[in-house]
């Protein structure tokens, strides 16, 4: 018997998707010395027009096809993936009747149904292989120059949670390995997940993080040919106690994938 006290426990599923960012704009530059000589940041390129239309119509999918809906949206502070949040937020907020428009016809929104937070924890893998045109002294945060004031006029107004207090508050140590990059994701995506745990919730990430995803998460399972947009979506057993106010938490578990391939998968 439940004493009179306390409340029975209730089961729940908590829903996880991890996504990678949209088509990148460095990729598609006609010349890219040249880009990089004019550009002031070129470590963190913005989105190609073609990222953005990937990044929205990717949106108004899992608007439609998810069966559930997403209450919080984690995002890298890199433009790229700030960008891509934007557009896939906007989706998830518009209305059916907007469901294909751009972001920009401005579609009815319904302000605080999702909350955006930004953290530095789901960052592109800190070395010189993975960021292409790093800062002359790339071990000083602020060469970056990331401008969280900036970064969150990027995103639908009244979504930015301004309570969130990130996991990883600063950028990741400069020449982290691969290892050290896998661990600091499932670290960060733990971390948050557990902070919210009666919350579905959507990081967008890199294509180092979605991989990290699978490989940890998942028992080893090992994926190649990463679309951008690519994402896995997982799920886990929540059981609640006394209003939320304490839960035990199931294994995640790979619920479906789309925009890349396993390892021992058929091209």
């Not at 993975?130 to 945060?141: G, L, M, T």
């Not at 020449?175 to 579905?200: F, H, M, Q, S």
């Not at 106010?245 to 391939?261: I, K, Q």
Request: aromatic share 8%; glycine share 8%; with cysteine.
């Amino acid at each position: 018997m439940v004493p009179l006290n306390v409340t029975a426990p209730a089961k729940l599923y908590q829903n996880v998707l991890v996504m990678r960012h949209g088509d990148r704009l460095d990729n598609f530059v006609p010349d890219v010395k040249a880009w990089v000589r004019e550009t002031a940041r070129p470590w963190d390129p913005p989105l190609y027009e073609a990222g953005c239309r990937r990044s929205h119509g990717t949106g108004v999918e899992l608007r439609t096809q998810l069966g559930f809906t997403i209450d919080r949206v984690v995002v890298s502070p890199f433009m790229r993936c700030v960008e891509t949040a934007s557009e896939v937020v906007s989706a998830l907020l518009a209305s059916e009747e907007r469901a294909g428009a751009a972001k920009s016809a401005v579609a009815p929104i319904d302000l605080p149904a999702i909350k955006v937070c930004v953290d530095y924890g789901l960052s592109e893998m800190f070395n010189g292989v993975a960021i292409r045109h790093p800062p002359k002294d790339p071990a000083k945060d602020g060469e970056w120059g990331f401008d969280l004031s900036q970064i969150k006029l990027k995103f639908p107004q009244g979504t930015l949670d301004p309570q969130y207090e990130p996991v990883a508050d600063k950028l990741p140590k400069w020449g982290e390995t691969r290892e050290d990059a896998r661990a600091r994701y499932e670290r960060v995506l733990r971390a948050i997940a557990d902070k919210y745990p009666c919350d579905n919730l959507l990081f967008i990430t890199h294509g180092e993080g979605l991989k990290a995803t699978v490989s940890t998460i998942l028992n080893g399972t090992r994926i190649r040919d990463v679309e951008y947009c690519a994402y896995v979506k997982l799920s886990r057993e929540i059981m609640t106690l006394n209003g939320h106010s304490s839960f035990s938490a199931g294994e995640f578990g790979d619920v479906s994938h789309h925009g890349y391939l396993l390892k021992n998968d058929s091209a």
